[in-house]
């Protein structure tokens, strides 16, 4: 069951504000009915201002009228009347702390050489780096091309194990049926 915003402040409110039973209204905010008994005693959340869950929006006036009408009826919370944006997956560039960011070609070098199915697409996205840079690297045409050592990017912290093995999965299955598929290079104790 979802929980109200600030359930103890809730608390302090419902209790002052209503004839609520204890039971009711840690039902609703997710408290021990002692520990809602402790709030009305003054033993506990002494200084938290009551949260009106009218005032909010997470309740209606109706609803607690309902409820104090009806001891073993629980409070419902209101559905709100906005549409909240849905929370998306990870989406755009992956970040990638300062002090790993000069791995970042030795992983494409290594990506370039072990795993030759993974296209630049997916390596971007794997590594969180640029089409620029993986053509640059390819082509040795970096600037730093003479100091880039091909180092798995598991070891450097720029992607997990899992993330490297799914990938690599999706480039194989895309390939046609009688390419000749390359031997699996991808664990990091082999290295």
């Known amino acids: 069951m979802a929980l109200p915003l600030m359930p103890k402040a809730t608390a302090v409110w419902l209790v002052e504000n209503t004839t609520l039973s204890f039971d009711q209204i840690g039902a609703f ?3 021990h009915m002692l520990e809602v008994q402790a709030i009305a005693d003054g033993e506990v959340a002494q200084g938290i201002v009551g949260l009106d869950p009218v005032q ?10 309902r409820c104090q009408a009806d ?12 549409v909240l944006p849905q929370a998306r997956g990870r989406s755009g560039g992956r970040y990638t702390p300062i002090t790993k960011r000069q791995d970042k070609p030795d992983a494409i070098a290594w990506l370039l050489k072990n795993a030759p199915e993974l296209s630049d697409a997916q390596i971007s996205k794997l590594l969180g780096t640029t089409k620029e840079t993986i053509e640059r690297i390819k082509h040795k045409e970096h600037w730093n091309s003479p100091n880039i ?4 990017p598991v070891q450097l912290g720029l992607c997990s194990q899992i993330e ?11 390939l046609p049926p009688d390419a000749p598929r390359p031997a699996p290079q991808l664990d990091v104790e082999g290295e």
């Open 29 to 31: 905010c997710g408290l």
């Open 56 to 65: 909010n929006g997470q309740l209606t006036r109706a609803e607690i009228e």
């Open 71 to 82: 001891p073993k009826a629980r409070l419902q919370l209101k559905v709100p009347d906005v």
């Open 149 to 152: 050592k091909a180092r798995h």
């Open 164 to 174: 490297l093995d799914q990938a690599v999965e999706r480039a194989r299955a895309l």
